[in-house]
């Protein structure tokens, strides 16, 4: 991989570990309903997708996840294999919902954070057997609407940057 | 006519919603089933009875069959009001005279009868002889204070089964006073009689429930009945257990019925004929089985006897189970019960 | 933002009204019983707390991490303790209800409410 690319990369990938420990800090969310959250790292991998492509994308998701078990949470525990099942869900979302509909940032960053979410009560369902998380459901639902829309308007903001359209 | 994208669109959303509604309408109204509910007040109980049909207009009869056998019922087994024209059990044990034989309707000789067969057949436990003593609990229960003495109890009056007499032709006799008391089997006969009337018209898939009886027929959707039971330690709909079954009667004697307290003890209605006191060892004993008359009398009876004792009877009976819930809180099941859960 | 944002957004809420409305409608159909929480660890069930006690209690369990402690009063059960480096388990406070549920990822505990939710048909009293 070309230097400059790698180290951008790299770059992107810490900041998003490092979005992700800010959000957690934060009361409130993340406390009352499992898997929300601000989504701030989402604006790195929603970056990667429009300035690379999926395969960059799914490196720095990945990477990611894998560094925040590393750090924080335990890696190879239950965390890590919620954290994955969303990411990987929420980057294959994002690109397919790029490249084959005629969605704007904003609505892939909605469809983002919505599949994030879906793919960890997904693995919640799977791993822990419970039925009961799919009652978070409509919450859920609701909350990414505002936040996918703030991500995606802040996402294209820096692409401008860029020059590239979004 | 081709439609435009937005069109589709709109048409898509409609359908689905339709569909979905559809759906969901279909899942609320599943039952095709009717219901009806009909309430009495009977034997100083609220009864209610439920049947499943979709013959409306012979429910209606039959409820009104209904209404007749139990208003004829208590007004018979009544010990403290009196009917004109009827013979009933405030009649004979106020106004006959001793040695004086009368002539009573079939239905209270049989239900008297079977009562003075159920006192030899549980040895004496199950007596409806107990009037005078019932009176004296009674009284004391309204004052709300004191405790009778056992000599108070003894003396009032005679307690022995052998005082009530049945001759042929549907004749009963009175001697030394005693006063018979139907309220531990009142409930249960009825509701026997109620529930094998329904199911003789046809209508086999009811509800009833008469305060601390219940009786059930065939389930209307193919499952089964899921009866609860009162928790005697909580408050209102609470219940501690569930009863899954069909074509059962199960029957609560339970010392919170009816009760008073005095110097931090409860004395409730339900008397050991041979102490003349109420016993303290259970907060209530359900009975199940298929027929609601025995299901009474075993309640009592087995209310009145130690639990090891009470539990080797049970045990010994076929399609019969019990629950016994222990003052000290601790519920035990008989031996087949699990076929109920 | 364009045309498809606002279906795609339209359509999101007509889904949460759907998916409210159906879980509202199987909700309606239930009596009273008796609430439990249920504690697994893993899927082991490892305690049972009778909800329907008003009285304030305390419990132990051992969370893969150690010490998980929960309290229970009211009908409701939280996680008060438990060593894990989030502490998000301990931060979901309360739950009272079978549609929630609280999951502890790394001490691998659940928290589940069930009711017996039966339909009863009749209750002796």
Known sequence: MEIRKLTMLSMLLALSVVFNIVESTIPFIGGVIPGVKLGLSNIIILFVIYMYTFKEAMYVSIGKVIIISLVRTGLFGITFFFSLGGAILSTISMYMVKRYTKLSIIGISIIGSLTHSIGQILIAMLMLRTFNVIFYLPYILILTIPTGIVVGMMTRNVLKFYNVKA | ?341 | ?125
Request: hydrophobic letters at 35%; one cysteine or more.
């Open chain 3, 1 to 125: 933002m364009n045309k498809s944002d606002i279906k795609l957004i339209l359509g999101l809420i007509i889904l949460v009204i759907l998916v409210s409305a159906l879980m509202f409608i199987i909700n309606i159909a239930t009596v009273n019983g008796t609430k439990k929480a249920l504690v697994y660890y893993d899927n082991d069930l490892i305690l049972s707390i009778d909800l329907d006690d008003s009285e304030f209690r305390e419990y132990k369990v051992s969370g893969y991490n150690g010490d998980v402690i929960l309290n229970a009063s009211n009908g409701k059960v939280r996680v008060v303790e438990e060593i894990s480096p989030l502490h998000i388990c301990s931060y979901q406070g309360w739950i009272d209800s079978p549609h929630e549920i609280i999951i502890c990822l790394p001490n691998r505990i659940v928290v589940k409410i069930e009711e017996q939710k039966e339909k009863i048909d009749t209750i002796v009293r």
């Open chain 2, 1 to 341: 006519m081709k439609l435009t994208k937005k069109q589709y669109l709109y048409r898509g959303i409609f359908l689905i919603l339709t569909g979905l509604t559809i759906l969901l309408y279909m899942f609320i109204y599943n039952v095709d089933i009717k219901e009806h509910s009909k309430s009495f007040f009977y034997m100083d109980t609220y009864i209610n009875v439920k049947i499943y049909s979709n013959n409306t207009r012979k429910v209606n009869e039959a409820m009104l069959e209904v209404d007749k056998i139990y208003e004829k019922y208590h007004k018979l087994t009544n010990r403290y009001d009196s009917y004109p024209n009827i013979t009933n059990i405030y009649y004979i044990n106020n106004n006959l005279g001793m040695n004086e034989k009368i002539k009573i309707e079939k239905e209270l000789y049989n239900i008297i009868d079977y009562a003075i067969d159920a006192y030899y057949e549980s040895n004496g436990l199950f007596n409806i002889a107990l009037g005078n003593a019932i009176d004296v609990w009674r009284s004391y229960r309204i004052q709300g204070h004191g405790v009778p003495t056992y000599s108070e109890l003894s003396n009032i009056g005679s307690l022995s089964i052998d005082d009530i007499i049945l001759h042929d032709d549907y004749m009963i006799e009175i001697d030394s006073n005693v006063k018979i008391d139907l309220g531990a089997i009142s409930k249960g006969y009825t509701t026997e009689i109620v529930g094998n009337y329904l199911e003789s018209v046809g209508l086999d898939k009811y509800i009833i429930n008469a305060g601390g009886s219940v009786k059930v027929g065939n389930h209307y959707d193919n499952e089964k009945y899921k009866i609860g039971i009162k928790d005697p330690q909580k408050g209102g709909n609470e219940i501690f257990k569930v009863v899954n079954g069909n074509n059962i009667s199960v029957v609560t004697s339970g010392s919170y019925e009816r009760y008073y307290e005095y110097n931090n003890e409860v004395y409730h209605h339900i008397i050991d004929p041979k102490t003349l006191y109420p016993p303290r060892n259970f907060l209530a004993v359900t009975v199940i089985s298929k027929d609601s008359k025995m299901a009474d009398i075993l309640s009592t009876v087995v209310f009145l006897m130690p639990f090891d004792e009470g539990k080797e009877y049970i045990d010994s009976l076929i399609n019969v189970e019990a629950i016994w819930y222990k003052n000290n809180g601790q519920i035990h099941y008989s031996e087949g019960f699990n076929i109920y859960e």
